[in-house]
């Protein structure tokens, strides 16, 4: 989601209900992207890489619970 006008009210309450739902496992994938933005972390390409891989694994849990496709479907697929 980019910063541009919102067009689906929908869409940003469901977001926001799965983010309410989901509480414990979104508050861990923002936690990693603020450790990836510590001066330490970014000098660290492997820590880098492995904090990457970790949200990626909390995305790929999130969108299982929730039924939804592999982030790299086609669009339009499950």
């Given amino acids: 989601m980019d910063a541009g006008a919102i067009t689906d009210h929908g ?3 469901m977001a926001l209900g799965n983010a309410r739902d989901h509480r414990d ?3 861990l ?3 990693l992207q603020v ?3 510590d001066d330490v972390a970014l000098a660290d390409d492997a ?3 492995r904090l990457i891989v970790l949200q990626d694994r909390i995305e790929d849990i999130m969108r299982d619970r ?3 496709p592999d982030r790299d479907a086609p669009r339009g697929q499950p």
Avoid: F, K, P
Wanted: aromatic share 6%.
């Fill in 66 to 68: 929730l039924g939804l």
């Fill in 25 to 27: 496992d979104m508050v």
């Fill in 47 to 49: 820590l880098q890489e």
């Fill in 29 to 31: 994938w923002l936690a």
């Fill in 35 to 37: 450790m990836m933005t």
């Fill in 11 to 13: 869409d940003l309450e």
